[in-house]
């Protein structure tokens, strides 16, 4: 499976933001699928996930409220809908798919897009 993430850009601090994840080369609706970021010298985190059929979704803390993790199995798409960005959501911010996951676990993750920059500037 090959996983491409888009979206990102420079937006001031209280903007949005939406991000997508195309998937090819697999059976996308068998994946489980999850956002994590990674700021600059800081270890990747998770953001938010959604099972194979989008009715269960997690969300980190500090995004609960703001960010809609959303996927359309028809189209081989996950989205990331982020509002009320701040500063501290600055990072890349990469989709994973995973057949089997612990939500917010980076280990459970089979396959990895490339990441795409989120700037959110105060």
């Known amino acids: 499976v090959q996983l491409q993430a888009s979206g990102g850009g420079l937006v001031q601090a209280g903007g949005s933001l939406r991000l997508s994840c195309a998937a090819s080369g697999g059976t996308f609706g068998s994946y489980a699928m999850g956002w994590f970021r990674q700021a600059l010298g800081k270890e990747r985190e998770f953001v938010a996930a959604i099972t194979w059929s989008g009715g269960t979704v997690y969300y980190a803390d500090s995004v609960k409220g703001r960010f809609t993790i959303s996927r359309l199995n028809a189209e081989n798409t996950v989205y990331l809908q982020m509002n009320s960005l701040k500063a501290e959501d600055t990072a890349v911010y990469y989709c994973?798919?995973?057949?089997?996951?612990?939500?917010?676990?980076?280990?459970?993750?089979?396959?990895w897009g490339q990441g795409t920059l989120v700037t959110v500037s105060s």
């Open positions: 994973a798919g995973a057949l089997k996951f612990v939500y917010d676990y980076v280990g459970s993750y089979n396959y």
